[in-house]
């Protein structure tokens, strides 16, 4: 997936040709390698486990007896609130056979990140050895977060990829958001996504986002939704997608009692795999489409993503741990006239700001291209509120498209036939809506372009140009 994904299709159960779009998508993961696994034993079975976080080596260069207090508070402070392992020496690399030693224990343990504090201009020799020793180890990558504590300090010669460079050490979000980004590919390593098609089990790693996609047969799903009793806890998922909506368009019990199946049927083999997200090839499967469902796990933080797009699924679970957030994955269109970009689908959450955040207004109605009536839902985005859009790409290489914007209009019947939740956006670092490509972008609430770019530069991702002429990052 090294180049632009130019494929349009609607996205949506209408009858389109989407031979480019399966093409491309075919293509994306055709080099991957699967290897069979046996289906899980039947039963329920505990949530992912815990996540490991990412060991950090901080390290100061300076001259002997420089004052280092503050920063080792600062670095064990961000450390201690993301719960990372912090290995930091409060005396300063000062010689530079020091600094040689140092560089060897490094390429020897492989620490997931290295956090680095320049203290001086005198100093930045010893600090350009450790970064080339990172440089190196950059195929198992070893991130850089590069602190200069000296105002004389030359910042634009650092601001490279590869290397997230702060000016203000004292300043605890901007360390705590370096340390957030080298604990997020820590933990994307430790990830298993679920894949729900007709073919056999089996199980194959993506690149460089090191996520492990398993792959499970849609039968399964089937059985286990046929399975699925309307019991106390089905009626009160129902209950509870009933009584925060502000309207109901065409739904019937049926319709809610399948979205209930739906959900109770993915959440019980999600346990049973211990996954951390999921996709599906989900267009035309009649009563058995997850749509509320797949709007609910990603209120909760769950990503799940529609009609198999497992970059669309990455792109998810990279915004749960960077920014906290739950993405709406979405079929895009562009009006020339208005320059604005539209969102479209049937998954949209909720809980845009975060499970612990307010819902959105939201109603429930009829999946807009099909007639047997399963239920979808339809989410109004706040006008003018700062929004991001991103898809990443884990190929080889790995990619990252990002573009920021402002909610124009979230519109009560969706323009031109399209799903369901449908919101219009102005691009506000792009000239030409029609720069924006992809199919399936995700749209983030809030205003977070600039922490998505600076998270494929840390990781040297093929960022796709702005377009912006303003200083970079935005």
């Known amino acids: 997936m090294g180049k632009h994904d130019h494929s349009f299709g609607c996205g949506c159960d209408c009858g389109c040709d989407r031979r480019d779009f399966l093409a491309a998508m075919s293509a994306a993961l055709g080099g991957l390698t699967f290897t069979a696994v046996a289906p899980r034993a039947a039963g329920a079975a505990p949530p992912p486990a815990a996540k490991q976080n990412a060991t950090v080596l901080g390290v100061l260069v300076g001259p002997a007896g420089a004052e280092t207090g503050p920063y080792v508070a600062t670095l064990r402070q961000g450390a201690e609130k993301l719960g990372l392992k912090l290995v930091l020496d409060p005396k300063p690399v000062a010689e530079a056979d020091q600094a040689k030693a140092l560089a060897g224990q490094i390429e020897a343990a492989r620490p997931d990140g290295l956090m680095l504090v320049a203290l001086d201009k005198e100093s930045l020799p010893r600090a350009d050895l450790l970064l080339a020793v990172a440089e190196k180890l950059r195929g198992p990558m070893v991130p850089v977060v590069l602190v200069l504590a000296d105002a004389e300090i030359p910042a634009d010669a650092y601001r490279r990829p590869g290397l997230y460079t702060l000016r203000a050490p004292e300043e605890l979000p901007e360390v705590e958001f370096g340390l957030r980004m080298i604990n997020v590919r820590k933990l994307l390593n430790q990830c298993t996504v679920l894949g729900f098609d007709n073919r056999p089990p089996s199980e194959a790693t993506l690149p ?132 604005h970009y539209y969102a479209s689908h049937c998954t949209c959450p909720t809980k845009m700001s975060g499970p612990e955040g307010d819902d959105l207004p939201y109603l429930l109605r009829r999946f807009a291209h099909t007639n047997e009536g399963s239920c979808a839902i339809q989410v109004f985005w706040k006008e003018g509120e700062p929004a991001t859009l991103v898809r990443a790409y884990p190929g080889g290489p790995a990619r990252m498209d990002v573009y920021a914007g402002k909610v124009f209009a979230s519109h009560p019947m969706p323009p031109a036939g399209g799903c369901t939740t449908n919101v219009e956006v102005e691009l506000t670092d792009r000239a030409d809506a029609m720069m924006a490509v992809g199919h399936h972008n995700v749209l983030f609430c809030g205003d977070y372009a600039r922490q998505f770019r600076q998270f494929a530069q840390l990781y040297r991702l093929d960022l796709a140009p702005t377009g912006y002429e303003g200083p970079w990052p935005l």
Not at 271 to 290: H, S
Not at 311 to 337: K, S, W, Y
Request: net charge negative.
């Open 208 to 339: 460089f986002f090191g996520i492990k996609l398993r792959m499970i047969p849609f039968d399964r799903y089937a059985e286990e939704f046929a399975a699925v009793p309307i019991d106390d806890d089905a009626r009160e998922l129902i209950a509870r997608f009933t009584a925060g909506a502000t309207e109901q368009r065409g739904i019937t019990d049926e319709s809610l009692e399948n979205a209930a199946r739906a959900h109770f049927a993915l959440r019980k083999i999600l346990a049973e795999e211990q996954a951390d997200g999921m996709t599906m090839n989900c267009l035309r499967r009649g009563w058995l489409k997850p749509c509320m469902s797949f709007a609910t796990h990603n209120s909760q933080l769950i990503p799940a993503a529609c009609e198999m797009d497992v970059p669309a699924l990455c792109t998810m679970l990279v915004g749960r741990f960077l920014i906290g957030r739950p993405g709406f994955m979405h079929n895009m269109a562009v009006e020339t006239e208005r320059n």
